[in-house]
């Protein structure tokens, strides 16, 4: 009987330590050791897909036989589609699937569209040029498939991976429930920005150069193999990762708001009866804002026992919404004139540059020569010097002088940033003056691959001006969004920003068509010809400043027409804007 006593105690002694061991496993997961996992996993995907596009441009021209206007609009399009699927992809996450799924998926497609367009390098069928053949004919529609099924794979995967890798790594972070959390917050956020400004410099020289010096099955080779570590290294983390479910997402709360104020359409706003709005969980927001006022239908209880449940919640998100939800597409809706601002800006960001340097001289020391698709690293340096500077010596001073304890408003800043632009373009249509006149000088009129006798340092004031460009008016644009947004929005204002980029691109690849369709009509020369000797691409940067100058007084109408600046969040809840926030373009 004792025996039988003992036993039963070491059993229940046993059962309890295991439970203590299951439940020890369980908080031992997240935390510090996650983040090689995480940052590996981001990082190499940057490399591998930023070091494709500098060349690419190249590639196409010379291995698909693309015109450049051509082969411009399917990098453009490219770069669209990445941008866009970075909003599906957080939607996903957030909805539905969870951020480790989708992290996974676009690490797949990633992998396997980088290895797919390594392929395009590998196999000579894949493409209509060979290195035997002289004389190339026009790229067959199945060849074209593989390409662009690959850039589509590569797109799908960066749609999955970035918007989701960041908060996924904070995710980790966020169980640690003791004093040194912000602390290890702050430590993430700054490895983390920092890993991805190396990855960007790493993508833009050491990939290129190895595409430039070593040829496309090595360029395209390196990067599907550091896209295979990246994805391994994400799932070999996979047992030690909190993994959040998914919940509701915001853009499904803007699409049940523009519903149900259909739905609605014929009801009356009440002027006066602030009890028919359903305020739900916030009790901060009783009534909707008079401005907007047809969305105000969306939360207008019609019938409380057909829309709300026993508890006072609701029966069917997609007949009735809170006061909150129409408020956040009410304040979406606000931003967007300043948001149509800043799409000329990201588009004029790219340019031919690649095409002009790989005419020009480009040797720096003895041999060595500056890869083509390496001047973008000049861009990157350049805002990651202003930025620091700017935050850290012109904001105290600004803030001695003016009274203004973070300085230029965001708008002063943007308008900044859009000037600098014009600037730049200007630049840019002086070199190409300059370039094209010494080609015609030296006989290479026709020979768009001669390399002629001007420096392509010429082309470095440019992505200087670039940089001051990038540092200035991204992130104030971003910092407008936060201040605009209720606290719950935050968020949402990086994939605004990223939405900008897509629109960009593909204002861009249409400015690209226009341009090429009526410069070359009548029998002319394109102004963008594959041959840029005979072609005008400083009549096409003289158009961009153009059309720069045109938006910076749009941009002053839209700032007219906003106003003074409302009481900011960063006021309202004394905090500043955070810079670590700040997405890359």
């Not at 009801?267 to 709005?277: A, G």
């Not at 031919?352 to 020009?360: C, E, G, R, W, Y």
């Not at 940033?417 to 010494?438: D, H, P």
């Amino acid at each position: 009987m004792e025996h039988s006593e003992d036993a039963s105690y070491e059993n229940s002694n046993s059962m309890m330590e295991n439970a203590v061991s299951s439940s020890s496993s369980k908080l031992r997961k997240g935390g510090l050791r996650t983040m090689p996992f995480i940052i590996v996993n981001e990082c190499l995907e940057k490399v591998a897909s930023y070091g494709i596009m500098p060349n690419m441009i190249l590639y196409l021209i010379n291995e698909y036989k693309l015109a450049a206007a051509e082969a411009t609009n399917v990098i453009y399009t490219w770069s669209a589609m990445s941008n866009v699927l970075a909003i599906f992809g957080a939607f996903l996450s957030d909805s539905y699937l969870g951020r480790f799924r989708v992290i996974f998926i676009g690490s797949i497609s990633s992998l396997l569209g980088i290895a797919s367009l390594w392929l395009t390098a590998m196999i000579p069928s894949l493409r209509p040029c060979e290195a035997l053949i002289q004389i190339c004919n026009s790229a067959s529609a199945a060849q074209l498939a593989v390409l662009f099924l690959a850039l589509g794979l590569i797109s799908i995967g960066a749609g999955c991976v970035r918007p989701c890798s960041i908060a996924f790594g904070a995710d980790q972070l966020a169980i640690k429930e003791n004093s040194n959390n912000e602390r290890l917050l702050d430590s993430y956020f700054n490895w983390y920005y920092t890993s991805i400004g190396v990855s960007t410099i790493i993508a833009l020289s050491v990939i290129v150069y190895i595409q430039e010096n070593l040829g496309w099955k090595i360029g395209f080779g390196v990067p599907a193999g550091l896209m295979f570590i990246s994805a391994l290294s994400f799932i070999i983390g996979s047992p030690l990762y909190v993994k959040v479910k998914p919940r509701s997402s915001l853009l499904t709360g803007f699409i049940q708001v523009a519903v149900v104020a259909m739905k609605n359409r014929k009801l009356c706003v009440p002027d006066s009866n602030f009890d028919q709005y359903y305020q739900g969980n916030d009790k901060e927001l009783v009534f909707p804002t008079d401005s907007l006022r047809f969305l105000n239908k969306a939360c207008i209880i019609r019938n409380p026992e057909n829309d709300l449940n026993p508890d006072g919640s609701i029966k069917d998100p997609w007949s009735l919404c809170t006061v909150g939800q129409v408020e956040s597409l009410k304040s979406l809706l606000r931003v967007l004139p300043m948001w149509t601002t800043g799409i000329f800006m990201m588009a004029s960001l790219s340019s031919f540059s690649t095409l002009q340097a790989n005419t020009m001289d480009r040797r720096l020391f003895g041999n060595f020569k500056i890869p083509a698709g390496s001047f973008n690293v000049i861009m990157i340096i350049t805002l990651s010097i202003v930025i620091p500077i700017y935050d850290r010596i012109m904001v105290p001073l600004l803030a001695r002088f003016t009274g203004r304890p973070r300085g230029f408003s965001c708008k002063v800043r943007m308008g900044i940033g859009l000037l600098f632009i014009c600037v730049a373009k200007a630049t840019s249509a002086v070199v190409e003056t300059m370039r094209r006149n010494t080609a015609i000088e030296e006989g290479f009129a026709d020979q768009p691959d001669a390399i002629i006798g001007m420096s392509a340092l010429w082309l470095v004031p440019e992505f200087v001006l670039l940089g001051f460009a990038e540092a200035f008016y991204p992130i104030s644009l971003v910092e407008f969004f936060y201040t605009y947004f209720p606290k719950t929005m935050s968020s949402f204002a990086m994939a605004l920003f990223t939405l900008d980029l897509a629109a960009a691109d593909l204002a861009g690849s249409i400015l690209v068509s226009i341009v090429d369709s009526v410069s070359s009509m009548g029998g002319n020369e394109s102004w963008l010809s594959t041959n840029i000797n005979n072609g005008h691409l400083n009549y096409y940067y003289a158009l961009l400043t153009c059309l720069g100058l045109i938006n910076y007084l749009y941009f002053l109408a839209v700032c007219w027409a906003y106003g003074p600046s409302p009481g900011s969040r960063a006021k309202e809840d004394n905090e500043q804007f955070d810079y670590r926030e700040l997405p890359s373009s």
